[in-house]
């Protein structure tokens, strides 16, 4: 089964290598906390973490790659049947808009560093200089507070809407100081890595 997933994801990435990360996409995603940071609205897709595995794949970085892969038998679980889930979830295209889960904040920290230094390589750009990193605990916050109902692309939903007023229950998401914010899908103890924790990215200009 491992192989198999290891065989979509190759052609999954493989598809996307040649793609530019979408940099209107993305500065239209960020919603201003205080002075120059900001949050994204929407967590971190398959698609767009698979283009930095892609990224890693290329520069024969296989090392950290190893690091970053998801843990796809996080998916293994009593609670639910989701061998489906361990085979596609994290490469089939069905899933490129859904948050990636099953990774660890130093794989989410890694990503944060690749986009920034995409981003600011990218000639057609807002900001002449961004840092992307996983929010604080108190930006999180403030963010929630700022987006009662935070709008949600097609397909992003792993699990039903959590009414609470924060952001909506669909993961639970990482944050620089190490703890993970808000409800999940699967009403469980936000811990890395599972199945229910994914992240968004926090900006700072300069």
Known sequence: MRTFVLTVLVFATMALSAQNIKVKDI?????KISGNAYVSKYDVSNEMYMQFLSDLKSNS?????????????????????????????????????YPVVNINKKSA????????????????????????RL???????????????VTKRTGEELGPHDNTGMT???????????????????NKEPTTPTPWVGFRIAATTK
């Open 109 to 132: 920290e890694e990503f944060c560093q690749w986009l920034t230094e995409k981003y600011n390589s990218e000639k057609k750009r807002k900001y002449q200089n961004i840092e992307f």
């Open 61 to 97: 970085k296989t090392d950290l790659y190893a690091v970053c892969y998801p843990d796809t038998t996080k998916w293994h679980t009593k609670f639910a049947y989701n061998e489906p889930f361990v085979e596609l979830y994290h490469a089939h295209p069905a899933y490129f808009t």
């Open 168 to 186: 909506i229950g669909n993961v639970s998401e990482m944050t620089s100081d190490g703890s993970a914010m808000g409800n999940n899908w699967a």
């Open 27 to 31: 500065e239209k995603s960020l919603v």
């Open 135 to 149: 929010p604080t605990e108190a930006e999180w916050k403030t963010f929630a507070s700022k987006c009662k109902e």
